[in-house]
């Protein structure tokens, strides 16, 4: 038990041992006086309160040991008595910690024993005692030890070397606080926040004491391992609480904020001391440095061959300093703050005082030097033990530094200090010229670089894994592996995507507020510039991959169901890994920052041709990725449709009523979800065996009813076991993805859209001296805004688009009058104006469309084969989303796509179809209006923007301005869909002498079924 510790007071001087058993006596007394055990430090502490005339309190208070070494010497021995006290204070310190050891080590047995016999509260308890307990020891050991180093200094002794206690109690520390972290059923949230507090202070005030103690040139190299061993329990510990704390982040006060900001500020200050501590030495070459074991190096030494947690403590401390950084450092939450903001502030300031930023470049230099030679054995498969550990452990560290790099540059949003600093640094070019990036990217970057060059046909490994493809065998499931290399570019991709967002914003709020700092941020966009020259083939060959994976797919995706059945069906002309749908996610966000602002026009000057390349690559997405959403949209929808019609097959007219889609008869609507489900099932890859597991984990209850189900050959079965491949938990992890890679593409095609440069600005002056009949043509839009006190006060200003402007069509100009006969778009009125009315006009030379004049096909496998994009693929996203929006309740919450998302691609979506419907009406002339394309589109965009039903409309998903601007603008088209409708209902009524007592509840007529009862969400046209 802890009383062996005095053991080594016993066994020395006579008067060491004299004050030792008094001391032991006095505790066992006050022991039994609370009636508790002996090992009870609890007991212990209140036995032997703090002093008043003493400003530290310890297991062995330095006064009651001078006091008995008074007592033991003569009052004129001046020099004994202080030989004797220090030699007192000596041992002293030394049972303190030998009981601190014993202590250590005691609980942990009994932790562990606890956790396997007591209950989730009593575990939780005692793990919150030993938490506080071993923060107390802590927190005394240190201040005694701190104070005993000072007096025994002064006599020329020194304090015991042995740091194995302190390491103990770190480690108890840490072991009880991860186990407690574990619990998240707190009674008393608020009680929790301020005990999580309390702790990070103490832990804070003992940590700084202890790497003081412990500081560079004070531990010898034999204790090296046991120095960073206890800096990175004291580390691993704060980053326990801090994750904790900040779960409590809406139960604070604003006192409790200001003070878990600072003592955070001091915890950055400790791990940027950790990180300036340590320097990366190849394995065996710091061993020659010294063999005396008191030699105090000026840096403790790491390498990447450790093993495991337990391996080398150096390595472990660069870990846990870096992670614990990346939890202290600011975020961008869009809830700034002035405390948010305050502590953003000093963050900065705290890692430009101590050069933070220069020792992380450094660690990651050390570390993409390493990764990179020993990448291409890995990735071939030929590389040994030892060296894909070292691997594994260097492309940790890139990570964890490269993460820290996009959370600083995330949070460089809303500090601009921040952002400043990473600029100043020299980060960012080193990021470009990062030689594991440029060493590693041609591994997984194929020579043709776009989407418009021809698919390599041989693909060796999937894009963003380890493990070569395997060969065809029956049976047999994916085994291939992550590259972590891979996810590192993804993380400098989104870096720099963060970046412009991040100057962008900055830049607007200090606009007209400080023009030095605007001129600061203004090089910095160069900078993304540079890195998109720098690997212009890796950013685009991901989209030439999604058609090269194709070739590589075959059988191999291990995708299970009717293979037979399967292959009568027409696959996808593209397909995708988890990995490389995540990359064109990245790369589409950093297109579509660049495509955004002032940026663009930037950009589109220096880097004209990849600009061009840019706009392409971001309108074959968006054909893709809206095929594959339609496709899972319109499986879901059609599948919930006959689940729904299993229920009324006692009533056949019912039956047909239970969901329009089913207006052709259910063996149709069965065969078009088949379909569906197969296309979208063969867009997706399963590289890994998690995908694997995930692909055959139903998220419905039908699903799961059709993987279980035994019976192949009946209709129904073939049915149900098509659902698990468009409701499982792969595809809602696809899906998702694939929703941000929609998005980022049509912002970009939105934002670099040809007729968003075709509206030309102009002043009443430039109005009235225009020959406006010469330069605007009948249905060119113009902008009007009657000469008034407004319009005069702006006429030496280009003015964009004044509040009292109006939008017009023009039908014809008179150079005579010089006036110009418009009709507005709003109200419909026609009213002559003068030429110096005209604050804007469209370039008609300038407008162009994008996407093909075709509706949405009626086969998902035609869609997809279609060459050019088309206004049908908006179509089938705005379909995807109406769908989403209705079906998502009945999905579980985990595996759905967030709703914000879903309206974000519905308004883009919407706008853009907008746009180009628009667009093709003015382009194409009045003959080829009333063809038979024109009909179908128009239907198309009835059933979208036409039902006033909240099921069957996108008011669900749409902001309710956007969406009725967007009625008013296709009004036209909505209204002849109308027409054309109503016609044929009435004509199917007069064929059919349908009667208005039919509709009233009277018996209906078997047999020819209404193909109107579908207009509501189908048209007898649509998708036909």
Not at 131 to 137: I, M, R
Not at 243 to 267: A, C, H, P, Q, V
Not at 668 to 682: M, P
Not at 923 to 932: A, N, P, V
Request: charged share 20%; glycine share 4%.
């Amino acid at each position: 038990g802890p009383m062996e510790c005095w053991s080594i007071l016993l066994a020395s001087n006579n008067a060491a041992g004299l004050a030792a058993s008094s001391w032991l006596f006095g505790f066992s007394a006050s022991v039994e006086k609370s009636n508790a055990l002996n090992w009870n430090v609890g007991s212990f502490l209140e036995a032997y309160p703090a002093e008043k005339n003493l400003a530290t309190s310890t297991w062995c208070l330095y006064g009651q040991s001078t006091r008995l070494a008074d007592a033991l010497t003569c009052a004129d021995s001046d020099s004994s008595r202080k030989f004797l006290e220090c030699n007192t204070l000596y041992s002293s310190i030394q049972a303190e910690d030998c009981f601190a050891a014993s202590w250590a080590h005691f609980f942990e047995v009994v932790a562990a024993g606890c956790i396997k016999s007591k209950g989730s509260k009593e575990v939780q308890s005692l793990m919150n005692s030993l938490a506080e307990c071993s923060l107390a020891s802590l927190s005394s050991i240190s201040e005694s030890k701190t104070i005993s180093e000072s007096i025994l200094s002064s006599q020329g002794l020194s304090e015991s070397p042995d740091t194995m206690p302190i390491g103990d109690l770190c480690s108890l520390l840490l072991y009880s606080l991860s186990v407690s972290s574990a619990f998240d059923d707190f009674e008393n949230v608020e009680d929790r926040c301020d005990v999580l507090l309390g702790m990070f202070g103490r832990l804070y005030e003992s940590a700084n004491r202890l790497f003081a103690m412990t500081q560079l040139g004070s531990a010898s190299s034999s204790n090296q391992v046991a120095v960073c061993s206890i800096r990175q329990r004291l580390l691993s510990s704060a980053l326990v609480i801090v994750s904790e704390f900040e779960k409590l982040s809406d139960k604070r006060t604003r006192e409790s904020s200001i003070k878990y900001n600072e003592i955070r500020i001091g915890l950055t200050n400790l791990a940027v001391n950790a990180l300036q501590s340590l320097q990366y030495v190849q394995g065996g070459s710091a061993d020659t440095e010294a063999s005396d074991d008191t030699f105090a190096p000026s840096k403790f030494s790491y390498d990447f061959a450790s093993k495991g947690e337990n391996g080398d403590s150096a390595f472990q401390l660069l870990r846990t300093s870096i992670s614990l950084l990346s939890q202290l450092s600011p975020t961008s939450n869009g809830h700034s703050n002035y405390q948010s903001h305050s502590y953003g502030v000093d963050f900065s300031s705290c890692f430009k005082q101590r050069n933070a930023l220069q020792q992380l470049q450094y660690h990651l230099s050390s570390a993409s030097s390493v990764t990179s030679l020993t990448y291409q054995a890995v990735h071939g498969g030929t590389a040994s033990q030892s060296v894909t550990t070292i691997h594994s452990n260097a492309v940790d560290i890139v990570n964890f530094i490269m993460t820290l790099m996009q959370t600083l540059t995330d949070s460089g949003s809303s500090t601009v200090s921040t952002l400043l600093l990473l600029a100043e640094s020299g980060c960012f070019r080193a990021l470009i010229g990062n030689q594991l990036l440029k060493a590693t990217s041609v591994a997984w970057a194929p020579k043709s670089g776009s989407v418009g060059e021809s698919a390599s046909p041989i693909v060796t490994r999937h894009r963003g894994y380890n493990a070569p493809i395997q060969t065809n065998l029956s049976g047999a499931r994916p085994a291939s592996q992550k590259d972590s290399v891979h996810e590192i570019w993804l993380v400098a991709v989104n870096t720099f995507a963060s970046l412009l967002r991040s100057v962008r914003q900055q830049s607007s709020t200090h606009e007209k507020v400080d023009e030095q700092i605007v001129s600061q941020l203004a090089p910095i966009s160069k900078i993304v510039f540079d890195f998109v020259c720098s690997y212009e083939r890796e950013l685009f060959s991901c989209f030439a991959a999604l058609f090269n994976e194709v070739h590589a797919q075959g059988n191999l995706s291990n995708k299970g169901g009717k293979s037979s059945f399967s292959s009568s069906i027409q696959s996808s002309s593209f397909a995708f890994t988890s990995n490389l749908l995540k990359e064109c996610e990245a790369v589409s966000f950093l297109f579509a920052e660049l495509c955004t602002g002032n940026t663009r026009t930037q950009f589109a000057r220096s880097c004209g041709s990849i600009y061009k390349k840019i706009l392409t690559a971001s309108v074959e997405l968006t054909k893709m990725t809206s095929s594959f959403l339609g496709s899972i949209g319109n499986a879901r929808e059609l599948f919930m449709a006959l689940s729904d019609a299993k229920t009324m097959l006692d009533q056949p007219s019912a039956m047909l009523d239970a969901h329009p889609l089913l207006a052709e008869g259910i063996p149709n609507a069965r065969h078009e979800a088949i379909r569906n489900a197969h296309f979208a099932h063969s867009c997706c890859i399963l590289a890994t065996r998690e995908d694997f597991r995930d692909a055959h984990t139903a998220t419905t209850k039908d699903a799961r009813v059709g993987e279980s189900e035994s019976t192949q050959n009946s209709s129904a079965s073939l049915e149900q076991s098509f659902q698990i491949h468009v409701n499982n938990k792969f595809i809602a992890e696809v899906e998702e993805v694939a929703g941000y890679c929609l998005f980022n593409s049509l912002s970009v095609v939105a934002n670099a859209h040809p007729a968003s440069e075709s509206f030309v600005s102009l002043s009443p002056e430039e109005a009235s001296q225009l020959d406006v009949a010469s330069v605007i043509n009948p249905g060119a839009v113009v902008a009007i805004c009657p000469q008034n006190t407004t319009a005069q006060s702006l006429k030496r200003y280009r003015i964009q688009a004044p509040q009292s402007a109006s939008y017009a069509r023009t039908i014809r100009c008179d150079r005579s009058t010089r006036a110009i006969t418009v009709k507005y778009i709003k109200s419909g009125e026609i009213e002559h104006v003068p030429w110096s009315w005209l604050v804007g006009m469209e370039d008609t030379s300038k407008k162009h469309s994008l996407f093909s004049y075709l509706p949405a096909a009626k086969s998902i496998a035609d869609a997809d084969v279609r060459g050019q994009p088309s206004l049908g693929h908006l179509v089938l996203a705005l379909k995807w989303c109406r769908h989403y929006s209705s079906s998502s309740s009945s999905l579980n919450d985990k595996n759905t796509t967030p709703m914000y998302l879903v309206n974000s691609v519905a308004e883009r979506a919407s706008i853009l179809l907008c746009t180009e419907v628009l667009l093709h009406d003015e382009l194409r002339d009045s003959h080829s209006r009333r063809d038979e394309t024109t009909r179908k589109i128009n239907m198309q965009l009835l059933d979208l923007f036409g039902s006033d039903f909240d099921s069957s409309s996108l008011s669900a998903v749409m902001n309710e301005d956007i969406l009725e601007s967007i009625k008013m603008q296709l009004k036209d088209q909505l209204h002849e869909a109308s027409l054309e409708r109503e016609e044929e209902r009435k004509m199917w009524e007069e064929q059919t002498n349908w009667d208005n007592a039919s509709f009233l509840g009277g018996k209906k007529r078997e047999g020819r079924r209404s193909p109107f009862r579908s207009l509501s969400r189908k048209t007898s046209s649509d998708f036909s």
